[in-house]
């Protein structure tokens, strides 16, 4: 009887602090604040940029020139759930020595972004950050990929599905089918149950429901390794994709593509564009 008092306890005190909030980024992100690694400008031109979500508050980002190269492409980086864009720009890498020229920003609530993030708003961020991209000169004459990884693969699928029409490819590492699938498959793990999982984290929009509207170029990476995002969901979001499509299998932890296979990551890349 007092096991069963505590457990009920429990849930109660967690649905307590979930009803408590506006949005579930208590438990789905963790931005922080402080950029604590700046890139390096001898390598690569940076240009800091600002622009507004649709929502009107300021998002802040990196614009990323490649030094001594001809630029082939441009890409729209969407990064995931934790950190900001000091920590996530370095996936990037590679592809700006290679000639890309990349864009990373931060969602609302993220380093320098105004805001509190929530699901509602990384969408907006991320459509906002689109049409902002494809609105600079320097991007005009050039073939633009959305690249995402982890949250940013799942947001990069259902803006794709909206916006394709302004893109050339999609390429998504690592990513989850579902807001709330993923807080099923976590919580499975600790043992809670699905019903509360579902309550804390609803899917305001699912990948696995939008990639299949998806109909330019895409690759789709995941590893078998991935211990955050299952490897059995990117197998799911590539079934449920429409040729034109690539799956590759990798080995090794979550979304380490960029720093594992340098060479056949930039391959696959120019390959999309092509």
Same mark, same amino acid.
């Given at each position: 009887?007092?096991?069963? +008092?505590?457990?009920?306890?429990?849930?109660?005190?967690?649905?307590?602090?979930?009803?408590?909030? #506006?949005?579930?980024?208590?438990?789905?992100?963790?931005?922080?604040?402080?950029?604590?690694?700046?890139? =390096?400008?001898?390598?690569?031109?940076?240009?800091?940029?600002?622009?507004?979500?649709?929502? @009107?508050?300021?998002?802040?980002?990196?614009?990323?020139?490649? %030094?001594?190269?001809?630029?082939?492409?441009?890409?729209?980086?969407?990064?995931?759930?934790?950190?900001?864009?000091?920590?996530?720009?370095?996936?990037?890498?590679?592809?700006? %020595?290679?000639?890309?020229?990349?864009?990373?920003?931060?969602?609302?609530? +993220?380093?320098?972004?105004?805001?509190?993030?929530?699901?509602?708003?990384?969408?907006?961020? @991320?459509?906002?950050?689109?049409?902002?991209?494809? %609105?600079?000169? =320097?991007?005009?004459?050039?073939?633009?990929?959305?690249?995402?990884?982890?949250?940013?693969?799942?947001?990069?699928?259902?803006?794709?599905?909206?916006?394709?029409?302004?893109?050339?490819?999609?390429?998504?590492? @690592?990513?989850?089918?579902?807001?709330?699938?993923?807080?099923?498959?976590?919580?499975?793990?600790?043992?809670?149950? %699905?019903?509360?999982?579902?309550?804390?984290?609803?899917?305001?929009?699912?990948?696995?429901?939008?990639?299949?509207?998806?109909?330019?170029?895409?690759?789709?990476?995941?590893?078998?390794? =991935?211990?955050? #995002?299952?490897?059995?969901?990117?197998?799911?979001?590539?079934?449920?994709?429409?040729?034109?499509?690539?799956?590759?299998?990798?080995?090794?932890?979550?979304?380490?593509?960029?720093?594992?296979?340098?060479?056949?990551?930039?391959?696959?890349?120019?390959?999309?564009?092509?």
């Amino acid at each position: 009887m007092k096991k069963y +008092f505590l457990n009920s306890f429990f849930i109660l005190f967690i649905l307590i602090i979930a009803c408590s909030s #506006c949005s579930t980024s208590a438990f789905f992100y963790a931005p922080y604040k402080e950029l604590k690694y700046q890139p =390096d400008t001898s390598r690569y031109f940076v240009e800091e940029i600002n622009f507004s979500s649709s929502n @009107g508050k300021k998002l802040n980002g990196w614009f990323f020139k490649p %030094k001594n190269k001809k630029v082939i492409g441009t890409i729209l980086h969407f990064h995931g759930n934790a950190g900001n864009i000091s920590y996530q720009y370095q996936f990037s890498d590679s592809l700006i %020595k290679a000639g890309f020229q990349v864009m990373v920003f931060d969602y609302q609530g +993220f380093g320098k972004s105004e805001g509190k993030v929530s699901q509602e708003k990384v969408l907006e961020d @991320g459509i906002s950050a689109l049409h902002y991209v494809k %609105k600079r000169e =320097d991007v005009k004459n050039t073939k633009l990929i959305l690249f995402g990884q982890s949250l940013g693969g799942h947001l990069s699928c259902v803006v794709a599905a909206r916006e394709q029409n302004m893109i050339d490819g999609l390429v998504v590492e @690592g990513a989850f089918t579902g807001h709330e699938r993923m807080a099923i498959y976590v919580g499975g793990k600790s043992g809670a149950p %699905k019903w509360l999982a579902k309550m804390l984290v609803p899917s305001k929009y699912n990948a696995i429901d939008e990639i299949a509207k998806v109909t330019i170029p895409k690759l789709i990476i995941h590893s078998t390794e =991935d211990s955050t #995002c299952p490897f059995y969901m990117g197998k799911e979001l590539f079934e449920k994709a429409v040729a034109p499509k690539e799956f590759w299998e990798i080995k090794g932890g979550h979304i380490m593509a960029s720093e594992l296979y340098k060479g056949e990551f930039v391959k696959k890349f120019i390959n999309l564009i092509k």
